[in-house]
């Protein structure tokens, strides 16, 4: 099973890191966060990746070229493919299509951690028989929560609470009638999962555990000093 790993964005949001280096080659702990969504689908059997580069391609295949002499990628077949600086997500996975075709694949973004069992969601995934399955979260928020009684009493304060809604994780498993779906220009999350959420072809696997995405320079910190501690729920095996 091949999976698709989306590096080609600008992290706009992690600019800190990101105006010198694309934001899948920022380090979480001693590794750039790509190896850790890599070394997370190589501890459940995956061996081969495509890396769907954009911003700044060349310093992630030239990590890719590195990590591999260096034996960080030992047995893994990890390939790179320049899927253009403007490209969105859907327009990013259209452009591998001629790798993709041959069967179930899977897919994710570099900015995303879990603890989730990769063959939970495959489980899932077939039962349901449908083209495409998605892990579905219930992020922590931001904010702490105020309980507040009928005549506007503080109850108590509720430091940053799991939210009650489910969020698109962005661990995907697609057969390959998706590619159809998808355009050159196409956003991944807009129109292609719309449809297929119209079409009863989309389902979500419900995962309660660990999951984080490294979206600002506070997400970084947070799960660099997770890894530093020894507390890093994704460090399978």
């Not at 041959?102 to 939970?120: E, I, K, S, V």
């Not at 419900?206 to 984080?212: K, L």
């Amino acid at each position: 099973m091949i999976a698709v790993i989306l590096c080609g964005g600008r992290g706009t949001r992690l600019r800190e890191h990101t105006e010198r280096l694309p934001k899948p080659l920022v380090d979480i702990g001693p590794q750039p966060i790509v190896w850790h969504v890599i070394r997370w689908y190589a501890h459940f059997g995956v061996r081969d990746f495509l890396l769907a580069t954009g911003y700044k391609a060349d310093r992630i295949a030239a990590w890719v070229a590195r990590a591999s002499a260096e034996g960080e990628l030992d047995g893994l077949d990890v390939r790179c493919i320049d899927t253009g600086e403007e490209t969105q997500t859907g327009g990013r996975v259209h452009a591998l299509r001629e790798h993709l075709a041959g069967g179930t694949f899977c897919c994710t973004y570099a900015d995303g951690l879990t603890d989730l069992r990769l063959p939970d969601l495959l489980a899932t995934h077939g039962a349901a028989g449908t083209e495409a399955t998605l892990t579905a979260v219930r992020p922590t928020s931001p904010f702490g929560i105020l309980d507040i009684d009928e005549a506007s009493k503080v109850r108590r304060f509720v430091e940053k609470p799991r939210m009650n809604e489910w969020i698109n994780g962005g661990f995907f498993v697609f057969e390959p009638s998706v590619l159809e779906r998808l355009t050159p220009d196409c956003v991944l999350e807009r129109e292609p999962l719309a449809g297929l959420a119209a079409d009863g072809q989309l389902t979500a696997h419900r995962h309660e555990g660990f999951w984080a995405c490294m979206d600002t320079y506070k997400d970084h910190e947070a799960l660099d000093a997770a890894w530093r501690g020894g507390d890093a729920p994704w460090r399978l095996g």
